[in-house]
């Protein structure tokens, strides 16, 4: 590997420098050997990856750290937080050149971690494995892993479950809570971080009249598209805390998350979530929310004879927001339509077909390529309103009669996944990898690999769609 000195350069305030504490009796998981390529890793490297997934081995080259930050959560001051279970163990320079974290989860206490146990399970390794895995596959923004370990140690939870290690890429561990933190207790940090940030994250801003404004703009419109590509391939994060939000717009932390089956936009996916705020449809809105306080946090860098102005100019950056979403919004669901995205009446046509997904509860990923197919007697099969169906169908063939077919039916294939990770699908995995049997695990990964492709000798019918409608949905809850 191709090690960067970079987080470790900061003051020495916003990190802790720990070695990671080893499992007893380390099971090999999973690799993802094709991510180990392209972060440039050795084949001696490659050949360790159990002992590096498991904290056994580090690297001389970079000393491993936590990271203190701070964050909302749940729309309430949470104070400070910080890696309490997992360290930054390499920032690495990937094969474009692209500086990658390294981060081990599960890797121990550190003074962050509160009444925490410094311990990751699993069930929650394994989901969070293979959705980074499959939201890349699917074109979104996000961390990856590497690999991941398990053990034969057990920590308690809602049950006693194995004890396990995953080593995430991300392309950056800074999150919108960091500049919470420093601002509450560190203020004097606050100009050098965010020129760090800059210089590492959106160097190009250096050139604008005014960085930090431009940095702003930057990491709201990243964040603006990455909720985009939620929203389009059903994905609800479940834990859209501001400490869970990183500044480059890619997904971090998995938790409690979710791939939608049957279209419901008030869904909930995370059991512990009662009052509701991290709905699948509240994601574009909870997004603007959490920006907002982050801007806050910038307002210490206005320049002190325009105060005001910079101020105005912030809101104006937030305001960009809602543009951003909904142009990446619109010409994605247009695509997966098979909709042209100058039509008039593409979008409400689109708008209604989700309607009616709504009201028949019918599945988001099998809808959109039963559409794609032409399957149109099958999608009205399931259908109570007919007249509604009818109806929208007749607007459908309208809006696409002068249209050219073929362009339009490539667009639907690249931007209707076949294969999303189900609930139950990951709950199979997770329960053969509890016997130390990962052969789900790897299974899941090679179909989800290539969401977009059919895999007829990989696929088994129950990944194509949601359980019968009277059997019990997996559950998911925050303990991980
Ligand atoms: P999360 O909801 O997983 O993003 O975690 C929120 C905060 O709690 C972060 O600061 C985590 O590091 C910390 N945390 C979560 N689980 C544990 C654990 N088992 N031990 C220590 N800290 C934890
Ligand atoms: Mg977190």
Redesign the pocket.
Known sequence: MQFIQRYPTLDSQLYHHQAPQPLTQTIAGHFNQALAEQLQWTEQEQAQWLDICSGQRCFDEFRPLAMVYAGH?FGQWAGQ??????LLIAQVQDKNAQVIDLHLKGAG?TP???M?????VLRSVIREYLAGHALNALGVASSNAVGFSSSTQMIQREHLEPAAMLLRSADSHIRLGHFEWINQYAPELLKDFTEHCIAWHYPHCLAAPSPILAFAHEVIQATAKMIAQWQLCGFAHG?M?T??LNITGSTL?F?PYGFMERFRPNWINNHSDQQGRYTYQQQPSIGHWNLWIWLNNLMPLAPAAAKEQFKTQLVDCLEGYETAFLTHYQQGLCAKMGLPDFHKDSFDCALRFLRILQAEQLDYTQSFQRLQHQHYTALRDDCLDLREFDEFLQQYHQIREYQDHDALTRLMQQNNPIYILRNHMAQTAIEKAEQNDFSEVDRLFQLLAQPYSRQSSLERPEDLAPLPADQAAVSVS?S?
């Open positions: 959560q937080l910080g890696d309490g279970r997992g206490k962050y971690s509160r925490g146990d410094g311990r990751a834990v805390n400490d869970n932390d938790g925050c991980s």
